[in-house]
């Protein structure tokens, strides 16, 4: 007899091929991609102080072509500071996730696997520093050392980025370590650390990769916070030190949209986009989240 | 090929009690991304007043989702997409949820799988009970307390699980509290899901002890889920056994079980491990067809040891080879025919 | 047994007071890892901006004798503590005679106000709106309306609040851009006051409710769809339950809990993050007394701010965590076995 030919694995059946995990990547590398590409087709140096004229609105508002998106009040080209601040950003979030991952993942393979007084010391360690609220430290620290660049700033958000990743390692560690192939793999006499990794970190990826994503918009958020209060690095232009100046000038109320808004439209789209990342992590991670919206 | 005419072999259920349920041709399908999986296919038998039923089958042939489809509970992806159910003759499928709610639990009950999580961690058992009853009787308040008690008495349990948390019980508590809450409405139906296999032994037989009582008190027909053939054996008085989404057999148990007529039922008895008789064990060879490539005819053909090639052609259909008893194979139904015929059939 | 047991109450307790003092040393830590010490690295910086300060090296000397800068750093932090646990902080720097604490004092209403309602109607809308997202007996037209709900999800409160300043305040004139309340009004219980602080606070609430109600609606639409498979949700539905009662009885009833503290985990970013609210909305609370300390290089009184931030949110948690075993009786259970 014969049977029907089963249609097999189809390739959109993929979990890792997620329309909003898609999108999210797509728009970010884009942003990137801006900031980057940039600088070989617009001056920065028009990003400093007094390079350019005052106050001129964008091209389509009756402004001049030299300077497309406008100038503001200390005479710096609008689109030259978005192009070098874009790149300083994810600089931040990057550096800041990537240490704050590694710790994470090592604390929390740790506290997962040994268990005990280990385990113990480093949950409520990570508890109680993810109920500290970030800002407040970070301005005790900002209002002392003089942040010269983006870099020392990262580190120093990195302090904070540990918790989390740590939680999620964590418990992904000790549920994974119940599961029947992994204790096969033990009794087959494996050595348990490098075990952890290879067996284990396939299935943590989706989730350790929605945690980076959480991070890097996390430090993204704490750096333009800072520079928002007027606590960044001020020679640099970055994201939130535009919009620090435009507050301080009184940008809203002159009707300068063109000097605020951008900033916020570009970490607006950023975080939207590192957003749909992580919502499409989950539900690479959660199978039962996906296919709900039919 | 074979001379009897099988339409013969089809006749009217010569049985005199009434049937509370009646399953007919009940289709249930999964829709998945690569098609849709036959959960239970073309299922149809009824069960009488005062008897319990028990659905047999490996794990996956849809027992479960028989029982769900009772209920009308198919989760989704799965649906029914066929067949009517009905209770003391009028047709549940495909009426309103605010109808359907009328008949939960007044008419159809059910004792679930794993009494572990099928109590709300976070409200007291009282309230559980209760909501049960408010849902379908306005009670006065201290009313509440007396028929609740009551309850725990007949099922034997103690007073004091009225007030408790179901993480303060013991496993086999908390599937007493299942029992009694299945009871509390006197429902024509019970359907119980495996309502021992997460207990250990002793309280198993306790358990269902306790089921096979509190059924002869109230009069109630039960449909008994399980794979356990010998706990089937001792507890039901019919056994339907299922097959990849289809009934393939169902009759007495006593007769099932002396006289298997079907090659899957067979299949099952024999595997029966006895203390009596040390027998090889059987391998079961062959593997169950894609559910969702059903192939045409016979649904067992791939594992049957007498398939022929009209098996492979035409879907066999319930034929009745006694009282109350049916099965799903031409050759099946012919040989018990014949044997009958014989006298060497004795039931 | 359920219910409040002593022992998780000191539990609790004493991982407040670890928070407590781990976010209270650190603020004591950093201005002293910071090169000299924390009066003349504040005085260098007002150098370096003001480009000159009479008598600087008087001034630091003064200042470093009042504060005790002089002492062995063990007996700093041990007097540090102290004054932490009598919320004494010292003058402020700024306003000299004037106690930092009195400086703080009088904001904290403000942000105690704008947070608790902000975080409790946020926390419902989003929830609400989770629970039905992940319903599976929603109807269809609420289920394709709602994830709209969560376009503004990733976006930090401030920028939104830019936003709606310039929309609703510069644009439509409809509410008053800054301030806690209007110029003419006299504080006191008059309705001209309470009218004045509603429409005061009705942005920086709307910029704060709107950006974090769908981080609610979206951890508890994970949790619903997870109770919806649950065994005693389904239990519940063949008890023939109407489908409210089911829903919230059964669903949202044990959805909440994780729920709630995921709201204790999200605390100290909702203090962060209505800092900056208050900062842009010059809202008379801590978060702006913070800023104008930052202004005017005032150390004390930022320390206080950060001190009193730290123990707003590890005290709410501890909140939180006595409200637990009230909802869920397993918690004390658990921890006692």
Same mark, same amino acid.
Not at chain 2, 84 to 100: A, D, F, K, M
Not at chain 3, 57 to 85: C, H, T
Not at chain 3, 140 to 145: G, H, Q
């Given at each position: 007899?014969?049977?029907?030919? $089963?249609?097999?694995?189809?390739?959109?059946?993929?979990?890792?091929?997620?329309?909003?995990?898609?999108?999210?990547?797509?728009?970010?590398?884009?942003?990137?991609? !801006?900031?980057?590409?940039?600088?070989?087709?617009?001056?920065?140096?028009?990003?400093?102080?007094?390079?350019?004229?005052?106050?001129?609105?964008?091209?389509?508002?009756?402004?001049?072509?030299?300077?497309?998106?406008? %100038?503001? =009040?200390?005479?710096?080209?609008?689109?030259?500071?978005?192009? &070098? @601040?874009?790149?300083?950003?994810?600089?931040?979030?990057?550096?800041?996730?990537? &240490?704050?991952?590694?710790?994470?993942?090592?604390?929390?393979?740790?506290?997962?696997? !040994?268990?005990?007084?280990?385990?113990?010391?480093?949950?409520?360690? @990570?508890?109680? $520093? $993810? %109920?500290?609220?970030?800002?407040?430290?970070?301005?005790?620290?900002?209002?002392?050392?003089?942040?010269?660049?983006?870099?020392?700033? @990262?580190?120093?958000?990195?302090?904070? @980025?540990?918790?989390?990743?740590?939680?999620? &390692?964590?418990?992904?560690?000790?549920?994974?370590?119940?599961?029947?192939?992994?204790?096969?793999?033990?009794?087959?006499?494996?050595?348990?650390?490098?075990?952890?990794?290879?067996?284990?970190?396939?299935?943590?990826?989706?989730?350790?990769?929605?945690?980076?994503?959480?991070?890097? =918009?996390?430090?993204?958020?704490?750096?333009?916070?800072?520079?928002?209060?007027?606590?960044?690095?001020?020679? &640099?232009?970055?994201?939130?030190?535009?919009?620090?100046?435009?507050?301080?000038?009184?940008?809203?109320?002159?009707?300068? $949209?063109?000097?605020?808004?951008?900033?916020?439209?570009?970490?607006?789209?950023?975080? %939207?986009?590192?957003?749909?990342?992580? %919502?499409?992590?989950?539900?690479?991670?959660?199978?039962?989240?996906?296919?709900?919206?039919? | 090929?074979?001379?009897?005419?099988?339409?013969? #072999?089809? #006749?009217?259920?010569?049985?005199?009690?009434?049937?509370?349920?009646?399953?007919?041709?009940?289709?249930?399908?999964?829709?998945?991304?690569?098609?849709?999986?036959?959960?239970?296919?073309?299922?149809?038998?009824?069960?009488?007043?005062?008897?319990?039923?028990?659905?047999?089958?490996?794990?996956?042939?849809?027992?479960?989702?028989?029982?769900?489809?009772? #209920?009308?509970?198919?989760?989704?992806?799965?649906?029914?997409?066929?067949?009517?159910?009905?209770?003391?003759?009028?047709?549940?499928?495909?009426?309103?949820?605010?109808?359907?709610?009328?008949?939960?639990?007044?008419?159809?009950?059910?004792?679930?799988?794993?009494?572990?999580?099928?109590?709300?961690?976070?409200?007291?058992?009282?309230?559980?009970?209760?909501?049960?009853?408010?849902?379908?009787?306005?009670?006065?308040?201290?009313?509440?307390?007396?028929?609740?008690?009551?309850?725990?008495?007949?099922?034997?349990?103690?007073?004091?699980?009225?007030?408790?948390?179901?993480?303060?019980?013991?496993?086999?508590?908390?599937?007493?509290?299942?029992?009694?809450?299945?009871?509390?409405?006197?429902?024509?139906?019970?359907?119980?899901?495996?309502?021992?296999?997460?207990?250990?032994?002793?309280?198993?037989?306790?358990?269902?002890?306790?089921?096979?009582?509190?059924?002869?008190?109230?009069?109630?027909?039960?449909?008994?889920?399980?794979?356990?053939?010998?706990?089937?054996?001792?507890?039901?008085?019919?056994?339907?056994?299922?097959?990849?989404?289809?009934?393939?057999?169902?009759?007495?148990?006593?007769?099932?079980?002396?006289?298997?007529?079907?090659?899957?039922?067979?299949?099952?008895?024999?595997?029966?491990?006895?203390?009596?008789?040390?027998?090889? #064990?059987?391998?079961?060879?062959?593997?169950?067809?894609?559910?969702?490539?059903?192939?045409?005819?016979?649904?067992?053909?791939?594992?049957?040891?007498?398939?022929?090639?009209?098996?492979?052609?035409?879907?066999?259909?319930?034929?009745?080879?006694?009282?109350?008893?049916?099965?799903?194979?031409?050759?099946?139904?012919?040989?018990?025919?014949?044997?009958?015929?014989?006298?060497?059939?004795?039931? | 047994?359920?219910?409040?047991?002593?022992?998780?109450?000191?539990?609790?307790?004493?991982?407040?007071?670890?928070?407590?003092?781990?976010?209270?040393?650190?603020?004591?830590?950093?201005?002293?890892?910071?090169?000299?010490? +924390?009066?003349?690295?504040?005085?260098?910086?007002?150098?370096?901006?003001?480009?000159?300060?009479?008598?600087?090296?008087?001034?630091?000397?003064?200042?470093? /004798?009042?504060?005790?800068?002089?002492?062995?750093?063990?007996?700093?932090?041990?007097?540090?503590?102290?004054?932490?646990?009598?919320?004494?902080?010292?003058?402020?720097?700024?306003?000299?005679?004037?106690?930092?604490?009195?400086?703080?004092? +009088?904001?904290?209403?403000?942000?105690?106000?704008?947070?608790?309602?902000?975080?409790?109607?946020?926390?419902?809308?989003?929830?609400?709106?989770?629970?039905?997202?992940?319903?599976?007996?929603?109807?269809?037209?609420?289920?394709?309306?709602?994830?709209?709900?969560?376009?503004?999800?990733?976006?930090?409160?401030?920028?939104?609040?830019?936003?709606?300043?310039?929309?609703?305040?510069?644009?439509?004139?409809?509410?008053?851009?800054?301030?806690?309340?209007?110029?003419?009004?006299?504080?006191?219980?008059?309705?001209?006051?309470?009218?004045?602080?509603?429409?005061?606070?009705?942005?920086?609430?709307?910029?704060?409710?709107?950006?974090?109600?769908?981080?609610?609606?979206?951890?508890?639409?994970?949790?619903?769809?997870?109770?919806?498979? /649950?065994?005693?949700?389904?239990?519940?539905?063949?008890?023939?339950?109407? +489908?409210?009662?089911?829903?919230?009885?059964?669903?949202?009833?044990?959805?909440?809990?994780?729920?709630?503290?995921?709201?204790?985990?999200?605390?100290?970013?909702?203090?962060?993050?209505?800092?900056?609210?208050?900062?842009?909305?010059?809202?008379?609370?801590?978060?702006?007394?913070?800023?104008?300390?930052?202004?005017?290089?005032?150390?004390?009184?930022?320390?206080?701010?950060?001190?009193?931030?730290?123990?707003?949110?590890?005290?709410?948690?501890?909140?939180?965590?006595?409200?637990?075993?009230?909802?869920?009786?397993?918690?004390?259970?658990?921890?006692?076995?």
């Amino acid at each position: 007899m014969e049977q029907k030919k $089963v249609r097999r694995w189809n390739t959109w059946d993929n979990p890792w091929l997620n329309t909003k995990f898609l999108i999210g990547i797509s728009i970010v590398i884009l942003v990137v991609l !801006f900031g980057l590409l940039g600088r070989i087709f617009w001056n920065v140096e028009l990003a400093y102080v007094g390079s350019s004229p005052l106050n001129l609105p964008p091209v389509w508002q009756g402004g001049v072509p030299e300077h497309p998106l406008g %100038t503001e =009040s200390n005479g710096r080209d609008m689109l030259a500071q978005l192009i &070098v @601040a874009i790149p300083s950003s994810f600089k931040v979030g990057l550096i800041a996730a990537s &240490v704050g991952m590694t710790a994470g993942l090592v604390l929390g393979s740790l506290a997962g696997y !040994f268990g005990g007084w280990v385990d113990a010391v480093i949950r409520t360690l @990570a508890d109680a $520093v $993810v %109920t500290i609220p970030t800002l407040a430290v970070l301005i005790v620290i900002a209002a002392f050392f003089t942040m010269r660049d983006t870099t020392s700033m @990262a580190l120093i958000l990195a302090m904070f @980025a540990w918790p989390g990743p740590t939680r999620i &390692v964590r418990s992904q560690v000790l549920s994974l370590r119940e599961r029947g192939y992994i204790r096969m793999a033990v009794l087959s006499g494996e050595r348990p650390f490098g075990l952890m990794f290879r067996e284990m970190l396939p299935n943590m990826l989706p989730w350790i990769a929605a945690s980076i994503t959480g991070n890097i =918009s996390g430090a993204i958020l704490g750096a333009t916070s800072l520079e928002a209060l007027g606590l960044g690095p001020t020679r &640099v232009p970055s994201l939130g030190t535009i919009i620090n100046q435009a507050q301080t000038s009184s940008a809203l109320i002159r009707g300068m $949209v063109w000097w605020w808004f951008p900033p916020i439209l570009v970490l607006m789209i950023i975080f %939207t986009s590192f957003f749909l990342i992580t %919502t499409g992590l989950d539900e690479i991670a959660n199978p039962r989240l996906r296919g709900l919206n039919k | 090929m074979s001379t009897i005419n099988t339409e013969n #072999l089809i #006749l009217d259920a010569p049985t005199d009690a009434k049937k509370v349920l009646e399953v007919e041709n009940l289709r249930v399908q999964y829709d998945t991304p690569r098609g849709a999986v036959r959960a239970a296919d073309d299922v149809s038998f009824y069960l009488k007043e005062k008897e319990i039923l028990g659905l047999v089958g490996e794990s996956g042939c849809g027992k479960t989702t028989t029982a769900m489809a009772i #209920l009308q509970m198919v989760q989704s992806p799965g649906r029914i997409v066929g067949g009517q159910i009905r209770i003391n003759g009028r047709n549940i499928v495909g009426i309103p949820e605010s109808e359907l709610r009328k008949y939960r639990w007044t008419e159809l009950s059910l004792i679930p799988q794993g009494a572990m999580n099928s109590l709300n961690p976070v409200i007291k058992i009282k309230e559980q009970m209760a909501d049960a009853i408010r849902a379908h009787e306005n009670i006065k308040k201290k009313d509440l307390k007396p028929r609740i008690l009551k309850l725990f008495n007949d099922v034997g349990l103690p007073e004091r699980v009225y007030n408790m948390y179901p993480h303060e019980l013991s496993g086999g508590m908390k599937q007493r509290v299942c029992i009694a809450m299945s009871i509390v409405l006197n429902p024509s139906v019970i359907i119980a899901d495996e309502p021992t296999s997460a207990l250990d032994v002793v309280v198993q037989r306790v358990v269902a002890q306790t089921i096979l009582e509190v059924k002869e008190r109230l009069g109630v027909s039960m449909i008994m889920i399980g794979h356990d053939m010998g706990l089937q054996a001792q507890m039901v008085d019919r056994v339907a056994v299922m097959y990849a989404g289809r009934l393939v057999e169902i009759g007495p148990v006593m007769k099932m079980f002396k006289n298997p007529t079907h090659p899957y039922t067979q299949l099952l008895i024999e595997a029966i491990p006895s203390i009596k008789e040390k027998k090889p #064990l059987k391998v079961t060879e062959g593997l169950t067809h894609d559910l969702r490539n059903t192939p045409e005819g016979c649904i067992y053909q791939f594992r049957c040891e007498h398939v022929e090639d009209s098996c492979c052609n035409e879907p066999p259909r319930m034929y009745q080879v006694g009282i109350d008893h049916f099965v799903s194979c031409r050759h099946a139904a012919e040989r018990a025919r014949s044997m009958e015929l014989l006298g060497g059939y004795h039931g | 047994m359920g219910g409040l047991t002593w022992n998780y109450i000191l539990k609790r307790f004493s991982m407040f007071l670890l928070t407590f003092w781990l976010g209270s040393s650190l603020i004591f830590i950093i201005p002293r890892l910071a090169p000299g010490d +924390p009066v003349s690295a504040m005085v260098v910086r007002i150098v370096m901006r003001e480009g000159y300060m009479e008598n600087a090296q008087e001034i630091i000397e003064s200042w470093k /004798e009042r504060f005790g800068l002089n002492d062995p750093m063990a007996v700093q932090y041990v007097k540090y503590l102290g004054n932490v646990v009598q919320f004494d902080f010292g003058f402020s720097l700024a306003r000299f005679p004037t106690d930092a604490w009195d400086i703080v004092l +009088p904001a904290l209403p403000w942000s105690i106000g704008l947070l608790s309602v902000a975080s409790v109607i946020s926390f419902i809308i989003g929830n609400t709106i989770g629970a039905l997202m992940g319903w599976d007996k929603t109807p269809r037209w609420l289920k394709s309306i709602l994830p709209f709900s969560l376009t503004f999800t990733a976006i930090p409160y401030f920028m939104f609040g830019l936003l709606l300043i310039f929309i609703l305040a510069f644009k439509l004139h409809w509410l008053p851009a800054s301030g806690g309340y209007g110029r003419g009004v006299d504080p006191g219980w008059n309705w001209e006051f309470i009218k004045s602080i509603i429409r005061h606070g009705t942005l920086p609430l709307l910029s704060i409710i709107i950006t974090s109600s769908g981080g609610w609606a979206l951890g508890m639409r994970g949790l619903m769809i997870t109770a919806n498979s /649950e065994d005693h949700f389904l239990l519940a539905q063949a008890k023939g339950l109407s +489908p409210r009662r089911v829903f919230l009885r059964y669903g949202v009833r044990n959805a909440i809990m994780p729920s709630l503290t995921a709201f204790a985990l999200g605390l100290g970013g909702l203090v962060s993050g209505s800092t900056l609210v208050e900062f842009i909305f010059a809202y008379p609370g801590t978060g702006y007394t913070l800023f104008q300390a930052i202004q005017t290089q005032d150390y004390t009184v930022i320390e206080a701010v950060c001190n009193l931030m730290i123990l707003i949110t590890s005290g709410s948690v501890f909140f939180i965590d006595l409200l637990y075993p009230l909802l869920d009786p397993r918690i004390t259970f658990k921890s006692n076995k």
